[in-house]
């Protein structure tokens, strides 16, 4: 089953960070872990601190609903909480 993301970047003004989440997220999905995992939130939360975001942190979000459908939620945040 198709899994589907519904991202919110709160750097939505910088085109390099979305340009480096679009890269992690495209290598979290060549690995083959599942986007409506919070193991693929990790992952690419640790390729963009790789990638010169050490701050970065996503929350996940999703319903019961959601989760059934394979939907989830991410909010990225470039800096501090």
């Known amino acids: 089953m198709e899994t589907k993301l519904k991202v919110r970047l709160e750097a939505w003004d ?3 960070f979305h340009a480096a989440f679009e890269a992690a997220r495209e290598q979290v999905t060549a690995e083959e ?3 409506d995992t919070q193991e693929a ?3 690419a939360q640790h390729l963009l601190a790789d990638a010169g975001y ?3 942190h996503i929350d996940v979000d999703r ?3 959601e989760a059934l459908a394979h939907v ?3 909010t990225v945040h ?3 909480r």
């Open 33 to 35: 872990i599942p986007l």
């Open 78 to 80: 470039r800096g501090k």
């Open 72 to 74: 989830a939620h991410w």
């Open 54 to 56: 050490p701050e970065v």
């Open 63 to 65: 319903s019961v609903d």
């Open 14 to 16: 910088d085109p390099a």
């Open 41 to 43: 939130a990790l992952r």
